[in-house]
């Protein structure tokens, strides 16, 4: 019955438009109403707990280290590398494009983030390549579902902090290849439009411009900070939290050594970490007395049971199950949001299963990162439609094809477990 009661309110609270954050609090409100030998102060006790989880201090270090890049110019550095690998070929400003989100969504795990800087940079350029404007747009939407992908991953960092099961390093190892999968689609998808719309590149040789030694030279400091992180983390130097503020606090220092690090910048990169950081932590905060009374109704183990009583034990129609009930979710609720209601049920699910909790976690999160930039609620879209000043419309009918090879991906993670299991696995026993 409280299961019941939980689920509707919360809901109910997303169908009248209501903050989905505030809705999890309403709905252990109701319920804690409800159960009497309960205390009412459980709130304030699990919200507090649930965001003092010590891997969770990852997220402002990685933020702050990806603010830090934007106002340094080390992104711009990453966006002129990647278009002076492949920017001379067909469609090549389309791949350079690309080539930077993943660049850059290894190093601060923020699709958001990566998709306004990206855009900022890129989408001047694509126009001035030719580029349709509502193309571009939709391709660095799409571009910024990597971030969340390939690690860092704030919202693997976020999922493996609740779910029992899972590391923080395997998740982060077994993200690389699916992020390259995605990438690689995309990619084919800018190569057919481009061929499609019939893009003739106009200024892919620049005169007097510097040479790709030169350009990959000044794109090493930027390209040192996933060194820092995924040697730090998989020797065991150090924690993942540990790793973010080594990032952080050398991109901080790179900047005072080439004196580009100004006291505004520094202020305008901790104002605007501090903003994702406090819209972070009300989800998580808010999500733990939900979370909690989802466990003492053993909400997790009775939806993994029908799940199970669903597919007739099946592990690959269980797990079609949950891709295509993800997918739909994340049309329709903030993709960090599902991860946080949803991480306990998932990893219940895949033990009562049988699945690898790896491969749970993994097709799970990827699944939920095409919302972000689909409508109606993708952040992504809405983000780079205010930068390129582009009707939605328009926009949105561009990422269509984007999001059909999104598709596939999920489906190919989701029945091919060793696709997200090999390289963690292989990396555990040397």
């Not at 983000?383 to 561009?398: D, G, H, N």
Request: proline fraction near 6%; charge should be neutral.
């Amino acid at each position: 019955m409280e299961i019941l009661i939980l689920g509707g309110v919360l809901i109910g609270g997303a169908m009248l438009a209501l903050d989905l954050a505030l809705a999890m609090i309403l709905a252990s409100v109701v319920v804690l109403g409800v159960l009497a030998f309960v205390p009412m102060h459980l709130i304030a006790e699990k919200a507090v707990s649930q965001v003092s989880l010590y891997p969770l201090m990852a997220i402002p270090g990685f933020i702050i280290a990806g603010e830090l890049m934007n106002a340094l110019g080390m992104t711009r550095a990453l966006g002129e590398l990647a278009r002076q690998l492949v920017g001379r070929w067909r469609g090549g400003m389309g791949m350079a494009t690309l080539l930077a989100c993943m660049l850059f969504g290894g190093m601060t795990g923020s699709g958001l983030a990566e998709t306004v800087a990206i855009g900022s940079l890129m989408i001047p350029m694509l126009v001035a390549h030719g580029y349709p404007r509502p193309f571009s747009a939709a391709m660095i939407a799409a571009g910024g579902s990597l971030g969340p992908i390939i690690p860092p991953s704030i919202p693997m960092v976020i999922y493996a902090s609740i779910a029992p099961g899972v590391s923080i390093a395997a998740l982060f190892m077994g993200g690389i290849l699916p992020g390259i999968l995605l990438g690689l689609g995309f990619t084919l998808v800018v190569v057919w439009r481009t061929r499609q719309l019939g893009i003739v590149e106009t200024s892919a040789g620049q005169a007097g411009e510097a040479s790709l030694g030169r350009t990959a030279l000044e794109a090493i400091p930027a390209l040192v900070v996933p060194g820092i992180i995924f040697y730090s983390i998989f020797t065991g130097t150090v924690t993942i939290t540990e790793a973010s503020a080594l990032a952080a606090g050398y991109v901080a220092a790179y900047g005072l050594v080439r004196r580009r690090l100004t006291l505004r910048a520094l202020m305008d990169s901790g104002r605007s970490t501090l903003v994702a950081v406090g819209i972070f932590g009300f989800i998580i905060a808010a999500a733990g007395p939900f979370s909690f009374l989802m466990a003492l109704q053993q909400a997790p183990q009775l939806i993994g049971q029908a799940l199970m009583d669903f597919s007739g034990g099946n592990a690959s129609l269980l797990m079609l199950t949950v891709t295509g009930t993800l997918l739909l979710l994340g049309l329709l609720v903030e993709a960090t949001s599902l991860v946080i209601i949803l991480a306990p049920i998932l990893a219940g699910t895949a033990k009562i299963a049988g699945i690898d909790p790896l491969h749970m976690a993994l097709v799970s999160i990827t699944a939920l990162m095409i919302g972000v930039f689909t409508p109606p609620v993708g952040t992504n879209l809405f983000a780079i439609v205010s930068i390129s000043k582009e009707p939605i419309e328009k926009v949105a009918r561009e990422v269509l094809p984007f999001a059909a090879v999104a598709f596939v991906v999920v489906l190919l993670l989701a029945l091919a477990p060793w696709l997200t299991t090999w390289l963690p696995h292989l990396l555990a026993q040397s």
